[in-house]
């Protein structure tokens, strides 16, 4: 399974983006698919994750009201709508896939990974 991760950027305080995970390759079963994201000198800080089976989704406190995960099952592809967007939520944000996991919010249940793509939010 390869993931990779796109639509980074600079944006504004205020602003939006929306970041692209399109997967390649057979994963077995239901799953959970999720994004993290890495400020520099933090650790990674699970964002959201839905669920493969029914589409369901979860959200961290930080982002909840803020950021949505949809998904478009014909490319494999899912996105994280972020708006509102914050100088706190500026990091390197990563998609993952935890196979076997109907939602997952840790990073050591997420088996895939993809590179990451980064997100600035500045004036």
């Known amino acids: 399974v390869q993931l990779q991760a796109s639509g980074g950027g600079l944006v504004q305080p205020g602003g939006s983006l929306r970041l692209s995970c399109k997967a390649s390759?057979?994963?077995?079963?239901?799953?959970?698919i999720g994004w993290f994201r890495q400020a520099p000198g933090k650790e990674r800080e699970w964002v959201s994750s839905m669920s493969s089976s029914d589409g369901a989704t979860y959200y961290g406190n930080s982002v909840k009201g803020r950021f949505s995960m949809s998904r478009d099952n014909a490319e494999n592809t899912v996105f994280l709508q972020m708006n509102s967007l914050k100088a706190e939520d500026t990091a390197v944000y990563y998609c993952?896939?935890?196979?076997?996991?109907?939602?997952?919010?840790?990073?050591?249940?997420?088996?895939?990974w993809g590179q990451g793509t980064l997100v600035t939010v500045s004036s």
């Open positions: 993952g896939v935890a196979p076997g996991y109907y939602a997952a919010i840790k990073v050591e249940d997420y088996k895939y």
């Open positions: 390759g057979f994963i077995s079963g239901d799953y959970a």
